[in-house]
């Protein structure tokens, strides 16, 4: 099973960002997904996840602003953050959740 992430960047803040998770090496239409991030010195956070079924949730921290979805014909999961805020500063990585596999991570760094 592989994840790889991809789409991070510097952006400033108020800015938009799209990252893409292409999964592999598992029946991705069953399981579901989910973006994490991780601050310097923090612990890693549960942004947001989606179902197989399609039903979404997210962190207070990021609601309205970040929209996660996925293109099962793609065995791919995105996240699109907008209105971007220095404190989104963080790696983030995709799951499949209630497992062990990670992607390697993509950095995204928001400019005040």
């Known amino acids: 099973v592989q994840l790889q992430a991809s789409g991070g960047g510097l952006v400033q803040a108020g800015g938009s960002l799209r990252l893409s998770c292409a999964v592999s090496?598992?029946?991705?239409?069953?399981?579901?997904m989910g973006w994490y991030r991780q601050a310097p010195g923090k612990q890693r956070e549960l942004v947001a996840r989606?179902?197989?079924?399609?039903?979404?949730n997210y962190a207070d921290s990021v609601k309205g602003r970040f929209t996660i979805s996925r293109d099962n014909a793609m065995n791919t999961v995105y996240l699109q953050m907008n209105d971007l805020k220095p404190e989104d500063t963080a790696v983030y990585y995709c799951?499949?959740?209630?497992?062990?596999?990670w992607g390697q991570g993509t950095q995204v760094t928001v400019s005040s």
């Open positions: 799951n499949i959740m209630r497992s062990g596999y």
């Open positions: 090496g598992i029946s991705f239409s069953v399981v579901d």
């Open positions: 989606i179902t197989r079924g399609h039903i979404t």
